[in-house]
């Protein structure tokens, strides 16, 4: 996926079109609240100006070829369903994850950052936070995530990670720890689903830092 040029900026310290990621940091970090996103061209950071920061995050292109690529039954998501998503600054580094409403990207849970973490750490947390978010409140909906990694960690309800542990991401490697640990002694009902970013964009959760 082409590198994000453009950022918006819907809440923060400043709003508008940033042409690096550097400035748009400089606009939400530590910002309660903040509403922002990462577009490949300027048009499309324009475009998204002008709507609102829900619209764009749910927003997903109506490209035909795209859609009818997909297995039967993907052809749009659920909306009725929550997702989750990371975002991790370097490799490893400092980490959060969210999830939201898939419809209407009203964030209900954020943790983070978090140091010396990955990505895939993230999106693993995300969802075993999300299952135990759904669980607690006998909810029925579906969630949605975007990693085949962590996925995959959930099946095996291991978080397959090579990152180190060390003085720093303690805190991280404890919620690892209590992840798996839910996973072992708990049941759930929740329908785990794949987002197609090809076909949808990017996922409602998206930090928008791509």
Not at 59 to 77: D, F, M, Q, R, Y
Not at 84 to 108: H, I, Q
Not at 131 to 157: E, T
Request: charged share 20%; with cysteine.
């Amino acid at each position: 996926m082409a590198k994000n040029k453009f950022y918006v900026v819907w809440k923060g310290r400043t709003t508008g079109i940033f042409n690096s990621w550097e400035e748009c940091k400089a606009q939400v970090d530590g910002f309660e609240g903040a509403q922002y996103k990462g577009f490949p061209t300027e048009p499309a950071a324009q475009a998204a100006f002008r709507t609102n920061y829900w619209k764009a995050v749910s927003s997903a292109p109506k490209t035909a070829s795209l859609v009818s690529a997909l297995p039967e039954g993907a052809a749009k998501p659920v909306w009725e369903s929550i997702a989750v998503d990371a975002a991790c600054s370097g490799n490893p580094g400092k980490m959060e994850y969210r999830g939201v409403e898939t419809s209407t990207g009203r964030e209900l849970f954020r943790l983070g950052p978090f140091e010396q973490g990955t990505n895939n750490v993230g999106e693993f947390l995300a969802i075993v936070h999300g299952l135990a978010f759904l669980k607690k409140q006998h909810s029925p909906l579906p969630l949605y995530s975007d990693s085949v990694n962590a996925i995959a960690w959930l099946k095996a309800k291991k978080c397959k990670t090579k990152l180190e542990q060390t003085t720093k991401n303690n805190e991280l490697f404890g919620l690892i720890a209590r992840a798996e640990a839910w996973l072992q002694l708990n049941s759930y009902t929740t329908t785990v689903l794949k987002w197609h970013t090809s076909a949808w964009g990017e996922i409602p959760a998206d930090f928008g830092r791509k």
